[in-house]
């Protein structure tokens, strides 16, 4: 069974950036992997995904531009890369094997028992 362990989060002004990094028990090659972002009091949505054909990429509208998801095989992990940050991206960030047609609009459910510990991003002056 694939795990992830998040990193990365913390604390930035606005206009800051981060790399978060998402690193698996074995090799995504071949898998769909999706970030998703839990802000305070809402429940988890998509944030963005890289395909497991060709790595093509996806990304919600208010992240275009912005954020950039991408993944090293050799070291397991996908990474999110936040640029141009402002206080609407604060969540705690997940990731998890999540196919990228539904990844925006059927995110898992909260009670999914695949979720990880997140790492959290707190945008503020």
């Known amino acids: 069974q694939l795990r992830f362990v998040e990193s990365g989060g913390g604390s930035v002004q606005p206009g800051g950036s981060l790399t978060l990094s998402c690193t698996a028990s074995?090799?995504?090659?071949?898998?769909?992997v999706s970030w998703f972002r839990q802000a305070p009091g809402k429940a988890h949505g998509g944030v963005a995904c890289?395909?497991?054909?060709?790595?093509?990429?996806f990304g919600v509208r208010p992240v275009e531009g912005r954020f950039t998801i991408s993944r090293d095989n050799a070291k397991k992990t996908v990474y999110l890369q936040l640029r141009s940050l402002t206080p609407g991206d604060t969540g705690v960030y997940y990731c998890?094997?999540?196919?990228?047609?539904?990844?925006?609009?059927?995110?898992?459910?909260?009670?999914?028992?695949?979720w990880g510990q997140g790492t959290r991003v707190i945008v503020s002056s």
């Open positions: 890289i395909s497991n054909i060709n790595d093509h990429t």
């Open positions: 998890a094997v999540w196919g990228c047609a539904g990844f925006d609009t059927s995110p898992p459910p909260p009670d999914w028992g695949e």
């Open positions: 074995r090799s995504t090659d071949g898998f769909a």
